[in-house]
């Protein structure tokens, strides 16, 4: 059973910072594209980040970029965005999301983040 099981979340001042995780079970990790979406309340999901199988190239949505990184390590079959700046806009739930070919792919639960003063 492929599992990805996202921590990290909570309860953060503007300005300060998280490292979410989501570690991976069940599949052969470094087969997988990974994603990191968000859920604002009354919102779409959002795409905010995303990294290749190798971890050599990420990418980030406009409102993230140059606050926001993203990585991975294969041995450990684990993905982590590291979040700064956090701002109350992204107040969200964070989900990961594995990305293999076709219809193959997997999401985590979420995780809560809350960014107020």
């Known amino acids: 059973e492929v599992q990805l099981v996202e921590s990290g979340g909570g309860l953060v001042q503007p300005g300060g910072s998280l490292k979410l995780s989501c570690a991976a079970s069940?599949?052969?990790?470094?087969?997988?594209?990974m994603n990191w979406h968000r859920q604002a309340p009354g919102k779409g999901r959002e795409l905010v980040a995303a990294?290749?199988?190798?971890?050599?190239?990420?990418i980030y949505a406009d409102s993230v970029k140059g606050r926001f990184t993203m990585s991975r390590d294969n041995a450990e079959n684990t993905v982590y965005l590291q979040m700064n700046n956090l701002k109350p806009e992204d107040t969200a739930v964070y989900f990961c999301?594995?990305?293999?070919?076709?219809?193959?792919?997997?999401w985590g639960q979420g995780t809560q983040v809350t960014v107020s003063s």
């Open positions: 990294i290749t199988r190798a971890g050599d190239t990420s």
């Open positions: 999301q594995a990305v293999g070919g076709g219809q193959d792919n997997y």
């Open positions: 069940g599949l052969t990790f470094s087969r997988y594209a």
